[in-house]
């Protein structure tokens, strides 16, 4: 059974810095994929930000390019988000997500995800 748990989530200033993190268990296979998407309040998921366990391979949205840092530790099957330079409208609930057999564009922009974490949410206000 997958199980991802996410935690790092809190309230920032403008411009201040947070990192997420993501404890994944239960995978069976090598080749999946961990990502972190967000949801606004009234807006739709969106994709963030999607490493490949396999490869290394990563993909961005274009909202948090040179801002955000995705990286993985695969003795710990943990990922990270490193969020810099944070805005207001960076403001969500932020949820770890794992697919297998795709691609990191595949699962952060068509969503093709098989399991979800609970979320963490990430306030930046002043």
Partial sequence: QVQLVE??????????????SCAASGFTLDYYVIGWFRQ???????????????????YYADSV???????????????????????PEDTAVYYCAAGGFTTVQAMCVMRRVDYWGQGTQVTVSS
């Fill in 7 to 20: 935690s790092g989530g809190g309230l920032v200033q403008p411009g201040g810095s947070l990192r997420l």
């Fill in 40 to 58: 606004a309040p009234g807006k739709e998921r969106e994709g963030v930000s999607c490493i490949s366990r396999r490869d290394g391979s990563t």
């Fill in 65 to 87: 390019k040179g801002r955000f840092t995705i990286s993985r530790d695969n003795a710990k099957i943990t990922v990270y988000l490193q969020m810099n330079s944070l805005k």
